[in-house]
């Protein structure tokens, strides 16, 4: 699977970058981040949302690492009624199963970007591998003939790799950067109904989240700190 080789992929995106022509000089050798992000298969399944913040240090166009911070909401509910046949008679048709947990985060992106000034000047190619450690606090509900409540709290270790674009936006009158946006889409190995499944009592039978592959999108906007600095 993708999951199991982030270095391999990431280096083929950059050989694959390296194909493009072009470069510019960086707005800032430092950059704050803040932006959102949206974890899950973005269906009627396990999925989540958050926000984040980070500090990135581009000492060249061409590369980038980044330290950040996340706080992610994720959540899976369903009604156990007759249309899920969600049991054999062990919870009242008409209960409920709520699944939740927040978790904040502390991520290292590393990236590597290239120049797509043959197509459109400002725009950049970039591709990332984020590594993450957090801290999960989960709640389990299920409601019925036979209710069944859970906290819990727990680490987790993961990694991402995600393609993206960047759009460096020019002030007309000094001719710096004044402000840049960027977003990116890839895969994480951070399996959310597994996560779930651990939770789940052994008499169970009703309906869980049907999740095959874990997706991620990245919308951020970046502020450049300090002067204009040479790429």
Do not use: C
Request: hydrophobic share 35%.
């Amino acid at each position: 699977m993708i999951f199991e080789k982030p270095f391999l992929y990431f280096g083929i995106a950059l050989l694959l970058m390296s194909s493009f022509g072009g470069s510019v000089n960086a707005q800032s050798k430092f950059l704050f981040n803040p932006g959102v992000f949206f974890d899950g298969p973005f269906r009627d399944e396990l999925s989540g949302a958050g926000i984040m913040v980070g500090l990135e240090y581009r000492p060249k166009t061409y590369f980038g690492i980044e330290a950040k911070l996340k706080y992610g909401f994720y959540s899976f509910s369903r009604s156990l009624s007759p249309e899920n046949k969600p049991i054999s008679g062990v919870y009242h048709p008409n209960g409920y199963f709520e699944y939740r947990l927040q978790t904040p985060q502390l991520s290292l992106v590393p990236r590597i970007y290239k120049d797509l000034d043959v197509f459109y000047d400002g725009l950049f190619l970039f591709a990332e591998s984020e590594f993450s450690l957090g801290l999960v606090n989960g709640r389990l509900d299920i409601s019925g003939d036979t209710s069944y409540e859970k906290s819990f709290s727990e680490t987790i270790s993961y990694y991402s790799v995600s393609v993206g674009l960047e759009y460096q936006e020019d002030n007309s009158h000094n001719k710096k950067r004044d402000w840049i946006a960027a977003g990116s889409f890839g895969f994480s190995s951070w399996d959310l109904k597994e996560q779930l499944n651990r939770h789940i009592p052994d008499f169970y039978d009703g309906p869980t989240p049907v999740q095959k592959v874990t997706f991620v999108i990245n919308l951020v906007l970046k502020i450049p700190i300090g002067t204009k600095l040479g790429g």
